[in-house]
């Protein structure tokens, strides 16, 4: 196994529950607004936006877009098919769910022991911002916040990685990415950094979440304390 | 008092005490080397070609190059001028002796209370990974790192601080700036920033520090739980 000195958390799905944490945040907005819909409904179509939105700006066809102000474009249409008509202050509320999510119960344990022998990075798509406020909300201990924001381009591409591997001045190889997601992991493989997928079996609730693939991972745990064990024996 | 949200902090000198951190490095080393110097002279010539090295890079003079960088430089005119010819290992040890440096006695306390109410950060002109390493080592509890390596120009230029207030998403009004150096708060006023000046008597030992001056910051403090109790009673 090669010798990692930095682990790069994915957020959304990996770290953080978000279909539970917009669910919520959406369901209780939706009543204060005297307005009926299926708020999980409503996160699994949002989230489903997240990465055709993402490609129009990694394939060139837009200028860099944060990730709030995809999120809100995706928020309008949906609202445009459902017919509603909420005002300008509501919507950006709503946006700002994505700001406020819970960890996962194994999450803070899990970063606090990796922690004592790695530095841990969040390596996300969301914004800069938004990852501040939500790992400070969460008590997430990270050593530094690192976001797609600070390439100008979204995972899977290959310049968030890089970037992180190079802003912590280490190579591309020593760097541990740690995913929920295929997709993310297949990208990060491709920058040259290793790869830990952590199974998140609930990230979809009943959609089903990504599979462990031990052809697709150097390691594949089932939660953060389990990528803990996995690296001590290592 | 304006609403800051943000408290960026200064770190060499601010935050850490340099001076002793890079000091008790230097001897240990040159202990080992068979060299006589006064480390504590060695540390501060060399601090003081810190700000000239820097600005030759805000003037446009050369390209942006790492604090580690110039630190590399001034240690390889600093050893011809003493005559001493060190080899290339050691030389990148002494420059990493600015990667690890103590916090002075209220620096981890200070920023825990402040950390409740703001999102706390690190603005410094140390490269990324050498802020990362630096505050992981020493224990101290910001919620994000930022570096003047994120803006390519150094303080006191407007670019780093302006860079935080954007990836933080706030407007600079509503970053305070916390140093114990006026050229910093200086320049952070400059940006539009708010500043609070912390004495730090001990910075350059008997050299003399920079010395409260409440025409040229908004808040003027001991040390950070005095920022704190003057923030609280805001």
């Known amino acids: 196994m090669p010798e990692y000195r930095v682990l790069a958390f994915d957020i959304f799905g990996t770290t953080v529950d978000w279909r539970t944490g917009v669910a919520d945040q959406v369901a209780a907005i939706a009543a204060r607004q005297g307005i009926s819909l299926d708020a999980e409904a409503f996160a699994d179509d949002w989230r489903g936006r997240y990465l055709p939105s993402m490609r129009s700006v990694n394939d060139g066809e837009r200028e860099w877009a944060y990730l709030d102000t995809l999120h809100r474009e995706s928020l309008d249409e949906m609202l445009t098919e459902r017919g509603l008509d909420l005002a300008e202050d509501v919507r950006r509320e709503l946006v700002r769910t994505w700001h406020r999510l819970p960890a996962w119960e194994d999450s803070v344990a899990g970063l606090a022991r990796l922690r004592e022998r790695y530095v841990v990075a969040a390596l996300s798509n969301g914004g800069f911002a ?4 939500l790992i400070k909300a969460a008590g997430l201990p990270f050593d530094c916040v690192l976001s797609a924001e600070l390439a100008r381009k979204y995972k899977p591409a290959p310049e968030p990685y ?3 591997a190079a802003l912590l001045d ?7 990415m740690v995913a929920c997601h ?7 493989r491709a920058a040259g950094l290793g790869t830990a997928f952590v199974e998140r079996p609930l990230e979809k609730g009943p959609h089903g979440a990504d599979r462990p693939d031990p052809a697709r991972a150097d390691l594949t745990a089932r939660d953060f304390p389990g990528l803990a064990d996995l690296l001590r024996h290592s």
């Open 130 to 133: 938004l990852l501040t406020n």
């Open 162 to 164: 890089l970037t992180a």
């Open 170 to 176: 280490v190579r591309p190889e020593e760097v541990l």
């Open 182 to 188: 295929h997709w993310d992991l297949d990208g990060a």
